[in-house]
């Protein structure tokens, strides 16, 4: 821990700045106590403040979304890639979308995190990672633990339902028929 033992200064005046090591550690608490010091001596008691190197994580540099197809063609889920990510400062990756899937995710120190299953509906849908600080806001800080979010639109994709096929025929000159096909259904993605 880094000790300030004395602030000199007239008792009117502001003591000169603290200054810490020239190596920032993010998040690494000192604590810092000063006392007071005249013609007369030092005081006899002093304050103490704990305090730390805090900024909240940058965003990471790119997010994409790519659909999965699964075995059973309901679709409903995408892969998630996560990179560029602030190692120094990043301690999780909070992802949420707008259906309301909720996950948090330890990037473990690595600056790409695959999410392989990230279930969404198979319609355009808002995905959110946001960073969250591997230490908390020092006191009398504002501030938040999150970091700045990136946001990416994606979509599962399944295979078409509610398939429906009309046969209609009728009669032309002499012995040729005319056989209309119509189809629908709906497509999942």
Known sequence: MWFV????????????????????RWGEIRTYDVTSHNSVGESSSGVSVQ???YLAPSAPKQVTAAPVVTSDGSGGVVSLTVSGIDTVRTGSLRITTSSGVKQTVDPHGNDTVVVDRLEIPNH???????????????????????????????????KPTGL?????????????????????????W
């Open 5 to 24: 033992r004395q602030a000199r200064s007239s008792p009117t005046a502001t003591p000169p700045g603290c200054v810490s090591p020239s190596r920032r």
């Open 51 to 53: 305090a730390w190197a």
């Open 124 to 158: 355009a849908t808002s995905i959110t990672v946001t960073p969250v600080s591997s230490w908390d806001v020092p006191p009398d800080l504002e501030g938040s633990t999150a970091g700045e979010a990136v946001t990416v639109t994606a979509s599962g994709i399944g």
């Open 164 to 188: 429906s096929l009309t046969l209609a025929s009728s009669e032309s000159s002499g012995a040729t028929a005319v056989i209309t096909a119509k189809g629908g259904g709906l497509h999942q």
